[in-house]
């Protein structure tokens, strides 16, 4: 294909697009009006379903295949990261060196890790609930491990992250995401129908059928994820080195 019928391609295309989306804003409901039909719907299924934040009931069962994909996509970023960042023939692994840390950044670090990871659990265990969820709490608790790297040194990090056993947890997590979707067909519903789970008592732990489930699976994946793929620059900058003379 030349180059021309590319550009008369992609200009066709856009033109398809920007008309579809000039189109798409005339019908917009106008600014400040009372007419929100698809955030009233949202909002009656979930609570209908009996799930507090209708942001998770539009992410974890209204629309939780899409969230599939942006799980997905998270998964292969992470795992192109490490392919691409792996150890290559004409480097090796130097011993890291601790560095000198200032008193009260190390006092800081340990004292805030706890309490951050804390934070980023209830995040995820509230995600039905309140805002935040499995992507927000996810990252806090991934952060928050990595205070040990400030707060003392990079072995230190290496001793309470170990590589394997977060890249194993990633893949269970979307692997516990997918089941659950196909527990559903296995009921005779659909792929990630909340059907599997009584809807529990409104405003509680143990509400929103699958949602409380389906945002844990989230939220260990994206905390397996952000390890992972931390773990891959940290390496680069800190222990991988070209051999001499290479």
Do not use: K
Not at 155 to 169: D, K, M, S, W
Not at 237 to 246: K, L, N
């Amino acid at each position: 294909m030349s180059r021309r019928v590319r550009l008369w391609l992609l200009a066709v295309g856009g033109a398809g697009l920007a008309a579809l989306l000039v189109a798409a804003a005339l019908d917009l409901p106008s600014f400040g009006g009372r007419s929100h039909p698809y955030g009233d719907r949202a909002v009656r299924a979930a609570l209908a379903r009996h799930t507090a934040n209708a942001v998770a009931s539009v992410n974890f069962d209204q629309r939780a295949y899409d969230t599939l994909g942006e799980m997905s996509i998270l998964f292969a970023a992470v795992l192109g990261c490490a392919v691409l960042l792996r150890q290559a023939r004409d480097e090796h692994r130097a011993r890291p060196e601790p560095a000198e840390v200032a008193r009260p950044v190390r006092r800081y670090a340990l004292i805030a890790l706890p309490v951050a990871l804390v934070t980023g659990i209830y995040v995820i265990a509230h995600g039905q609930l309140s805002p935040g969820g499995g992507f927000q709490g996810g990252v806090v608790a991934a952060s928050a491990l990595h205070l040990m790297y400030l707060g003392a040194d990079y072995r230190a990090l290496e001793r309470v992250r170990p590589i394997g056993l977060f890249e194993a947890t990633d893949a269970l997590a979307v692997c516990a995401y997918l089941v659950l979707g196909l527990a559903g067909v296995l009921a005779g519903t659909a792929f990630l129908a909340n059907t599997l789970l009584p809807y529990g008592t409104f405003n509680t732990l143990a509400s929103g059928g699958i949602v409380p489930l389906l945002n844990a699976a989230i939220g260990v994946e994206v905390a397996s994820a952000v390890v992972v793929l931390l773990a891959g620059f940290l390496d680069q900058a800190v222990e991988i080195e070209e051999e001499q003379g290479s």
